[in-house]
């Protein structure tokens, strides 16, 4: 779906997706989720994948840059991330010096990124959730906005990248093909990132493609990803994935 947003100083048309909307970090964080992973446990392995260990993080807590967030595996409604700012937004301080060391490759390279959304609150994505709810429905919501617990922008780990030069395709699945896209998609693993919302693995990941949306995962992770061309972190770690259960 389309709707109307406003962005800072512009104003655009785009998709309602699982990210895609600016950051207002305003929630009063409800009590963790009963049953949430213990910090530290690791998440199963796959096979075969190279010598990097994959048990090595955990993949359920919340505070791993390993975890792994979906429709299946929800982040506990008070989990709020450590955070440090880039650019005038926040992410998770894991994060902060890789994603400025992205934006300043990219820079240097005439692309001119800029940060549509980065951490959101608990109660930011309620709100957002709510909204689409309202005006679409529940089911016309789940196809395009993640319900509150289950963002990946809520581990302050994932940004949407658009390009204010160039915007006719920012937070739309053709911003595959811009330049900034096809730079993100080749060389963000270099700092740590990977695409998360790749084409072909909504079954996998719960959502369609989402080539604005970046998640760090460390370069050890991307390295693997990009190493092994497995697309999808559900697929990498082993872990369910698809819709809410
Ligand atoms: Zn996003």
Redesign the pocket.
Request: with cysteine; proline share 0%.
């Given at each position: 779906m389309r709707t109307k947003v406003a962005l800072g100083a512009w104003s655009i048309v785009l998709f309602v997706s699982?990210?895609?909307a600016p950051t207002a970090p305003t929630a009063r964080d409800a009590p963790p989720a009963p049953g949430w992973g213990v910090a530290g446990s690791p998440g199963p392995a796959v096979a075969g994948t190279g010598a990097l260990d994959l048990t090595r993080r955990s993949t359920t807590d919340p505070g791993s840059t390993w975890v792994v967030v979906n429709k299946s595996h929800p982040l506990p409604a008070g989990f709020r991330p450590e955070l440090g700012l880039v650019r005038g937004y926040q992410v998770a301080l894991p994060a902060v010096g890789p994603l400025t060391r992205l934006l300043d490759d990219g820079d240097a390279r005439g692309l001119g990124f800029k940060i549509a959304?980065a951490f959101r609150s608990f109660g930011y994505q309620e709100q957002l959730y709510a909204g689409i709810v309202s005006r679409s429905g529940r089911a016309a919501a789940d196809r395009v906005s993640a319900r509150p617990g289950h963002s990946?922008?809520q581990t302050g780990l994932?940004v949407?990248l658009v390009t204010p030069a160039d915007p006719s395709c920012d937070l739309d699945p053709c911003f595959a093909g811009t330049p900034g896209g096809r730079w993100l998609a080749r060389a963000a693993w270099r700092h740590g990132f990977v695409v998360r919302y790749q084409p072909g693995t909504e079954a996998i990941t719960g959502y369609r493609a989402?080539p604005w949306?970046l998640r760090y995962v460390g370069r050890p992770v991307a390295a693997e990803l990009h190493r092994t061309g497995v697309a999808t972190l559900e697929e990498l770690f082993g872990v369910p994935g698809g819709g809410y259960r």
């Open positions: 699982a990210c895609a959304s990946e922008h994932a949407d989402e949306h």
